[in-house]
């Protein structure tokens, strides 16, 4: 019963200090875009388990593959050969431009970004790594130095040597952490000058200059980013400021490594990883959550002359790359292609935009809207004058009344302001018009 789930949750689960639901909701069963709980009422999931089921819950295709690898073998070492990790290995090497070649597969993301941290500082000899602030990069020890919110850091924990640079938040502005508006929002959105670079680009980069001038000599192992972060609330950044960043980090001789955990697998519909929308080809890019449609996989992918530096030791990690997880993760590639889920991510997620936008112009507590494909985020606020976030109190109750009324959405942000649309890329319009009338119900 119910009673019983709580009271051993009570009892028996580690605490969490994330509560998203007043009423807790029991999940029990999933297909595609749609979950139903205990008592058999449906919810359209527009969060995907945190971004993560990427083609549908136990979609048809991908459920038939695990079947067909659950006969045939689960586990073995990598000590040994099997074709489910070098078929995989060399599909997914076959989306990923020259010289992004080399993988080595992990179990989660923060695996990966530990890994990815580490090999950059044993191919650069240099420790200090930096990220952006409002940026979640994991929960290990490692990741959590590089994850920029306060919240989700255990002080006594937390490595060393990550420094987090300003905020490339648009509409909050480049300080981030107040309630800054000095960020000149439409000129920066409309930029499209002929060197790419308006006024208000140009301050940004000063900026990121001076900060980069300033915070972090030749130390520098590496740069990491988000294509749009995720956590930090469907975050932008001004054209060409990755570019840009990537250009200082490579000054110094560190290395850019581009976090696709949320943005990958044709997230954001125009590209297949979000690194392409910002012209830029990283020295490693780290991947999990969509990768596996919610199978624990997680992967690094890099340069063979990168790779060659990880070689100094002798890592081993028992289940990264077995058979099984290399099945899944074979299966959801091909099916995103045959789905054309990447294309849908795009064709759904500019109607939602669209629309959404619209109830920003209707809302007063709507501040902006913003994403790519299906990332898309909604900042909320007290009023559109002062830019204050909406209170948590006031960000619950609507989050409460969507789900009363049949639609999982997230939450996430440096205030916790902004709601997060991330869901399985399978979703159609008549499931996004659901939405929008039970959104504008629970805001009006
Ligand atoms: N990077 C990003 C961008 C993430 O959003 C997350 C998880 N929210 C991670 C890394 C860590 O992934 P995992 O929870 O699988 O360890």
């Known amino acids: ?149 306060s919240s989700c850091k255990f002080p006594i924990a937390t490595s060393s040597g990550c420094i987090h640079t300003m905020c490339p938040d648009v509409f909050r502005g480049p300080w981030g952490g107040s309630y800054c508006r000095d960020s000149p929002v439409q000129t920066i959105r409309e930029c499209s000058c002929a060197q790419g670079v308006c006024i208000a680009n140009k301050h940004y980069i000063e900026q990121l200059e001076e900060t980069f001038a300033t915070s972090a000599p030749s130390q520098i192992a590496a740069f990491f980013g988000e294509p749009i972060q995720g956590m930090g609330g469907a975050v932008q950044y001004p054209k060409n400021y990755l570019k840009e960043a990537y250009k200082l980090v490579r000054q110094t001789g560190g290395i850019c490594i581009a976090d696709e955990v949320q943005t990958g697998f044709g997230r954001t519909g125009s590209h297949f990883w979000g690194f392409q929308g910002h012209d830029v080809i990283p020295d490693m890019v780290t991947m999990a959550k969509g990768i596996g449609n919610g199978f624990p996989v997680g992967a690094v992918v890099t340069t063979p002359e990168i790779a060659v530096s990880f070689v100094k030791a002798s890592h081993f990690n028992t289940f990264g790359g077995n058979p099984l997880a290399c099945a899944v993760a074979s299966s959801v590639l091909d099916t995103i292609r045959e789905d054309s889920t990447q294309q849908n991510s795009l064709h759904v997620g500019t109607y939602l935009m669209t629309q959404m936008a619209k109830l920003r112009d209707k809302y007063e507590v709507i501040g902006d809207v913003r994403g790519k494909g299906l990332q898309i985020g909604m900042e909320m606020v007290k009023d559109k004058g002062s830019r204050e976030p909406l209170p948590p109190e006031a960000m619950s109750e609507i989050l409460e009344d969507v789900k009363d009324t049949g639609v999982l959405i997230g939450k996430g942000g440096v205030h916790g302001q902004t709601f997060r649309i991330q869901p399985p890329m399978c979703i159609t319009r008549e499931d996004v018009d659901f939405f929008l009338a039970v959104f504008n119900k629970a805001i009006s």
């Open 1 to 149: 019963s119910k009673e019983q789930m709580m009271e051993i949750r009570k009892q028996n689960c580690m605490t969490m200090k994330i509560t998203y639901y007043k009423k807790p909701v029991f999940i029990h069963q999933g297909y595609m875009q749609w979950l139903w709980d205990v008592d058999g009422k449906r919810y359209l999931d527009l969060f995907a388990g945190v971004a993560t089921v990427s083609v549908g819950h136990c979609h048809p295709k991908v459920t038939a593959a695990t079947q067909r690898q659950l006969k045939k073998l689960w586990h073995t070492t990598n000590i040994y050969i099997h074709p489910e990790l070098h078929e995989y290995c060399d599909k997914l090497a076959s989306y990923l431009p020259d010289p992004l070649k080399v993988i080595y597969l992990t179990n989660s993301g923060s695996e990966a970004n530990e890994l990815a941290m580490l090999m950059a500082r044993l191919h650069t000899g240099n420790f200090d790594i930096i990220t952006f602030r409002g940026s979640y990069h994991g929960g290990s020890q490692q990741t959590m130095g590089l994850t920029a919110k």
